[in-house]
């Protein structure tokens, strides 16, 4: 029998329909067995820790193993391909530190595009970084330290954790916005910098505020701004950069979840939002604190707008102060 032209819409009606349902179904079935979380650094650091209390608050509530697989190298770029080259299907994940953003612009020769083939899922956490000089040096404050710096042109020294590191990214936007000269001093992670920073022989560092704060409890190190647009909520009595006369002056890092491109949207959004959830509850927030983070819960959409506006705020700044590496 000839359908009808009725009965011949609702069946062109239920085909369109089938791939939708298929994939919302997926989605609630999602995660049905392990799932790997990809961290492009060594075990042991605060970005690796982060991880493995994120994947247990999503093991537990998702009851699948979330495992956490570490792939250091080049820069966290090793890692970040290796996620690239995975099935976008849900099952490889990655996390990363807000410094990855700025190898698109320090990294000439990347086997992939960051915006292209990954997709933002959720940020985690902020990391509020202070400013931080040794307690020898005149300056209490942001506009001493400056004043400081101009009146000893070439003798003055920064630390960082590494080129391209926030805390390399920090000095360089405050050397940007004030005119002073610092010679960048890039170290193999924060620790042999604060080491030299106590010792005198650096007179500036941007660091993580948990990594130095039993130094400044001790009095051998003085913080003298924080680097966020506000206030850190765990480090309140410490003034921005901002408030004490940078007025755009903000550099936070920050801590994210992301996807191969090409991962299903319904799958995508049911992780941000599990995320989300794990992020409220009170034992994720005071657990973050001990670690010097901020929860920062978003949706996907959000954070892929602070992802993008995070990248061109420092590619302006990388082609300004010329900073470049080459793989």
Known sequence: MKPTRRAALRLATAAVALPALSRIASAQAYPSRPVRIVVPV????????????TGQWLSDHLGQPFVIENRPGGGTNIGVEAVVRAPADGYTLLLIPGSVTANATLYQH???????????IAMISSLPLVMIVNTSNPAKTVPEFIAWAKANPGKVSMASGGTGSTSHIGGELLKLMTGIDMLHVPYRGTGPAVTDLLGGRINLMFSPALTVMPHVSAGTL????????????????????????????ASLGWFGMFAPAGTPREIVEKVGADV???????????????EGAEPEPNSPEAFTAFVNADIAKWLELAHKAGIKLAN
Not at 222 to 247: C, M, Q, W, Y
Request: proline share 11%; charged share 20%; no cysteine.
């Open 276 to 290: 989300k959830k794990v992020l409220l509850l009170p034992p994720s927030r005071q657990k973050l604190a001990q």
């Open 110 to 120: 990347l086997t992939f595009d960051f915006i292209r083939d990954i997709i933002p």
């Open 42 to 53: 060594p075990p042991g650091g605060a970005l690796d820790i982060l991880a493995r209390l």
């Open 222 to 249: 003085r913080v003298i701004g924080t680097t966020g647009a506000a206030r850190s909520a765990l480090f309140p009595d410490f003034p921005t950069v901002a408030e004490t006369g940078l007025a755009d002056y």
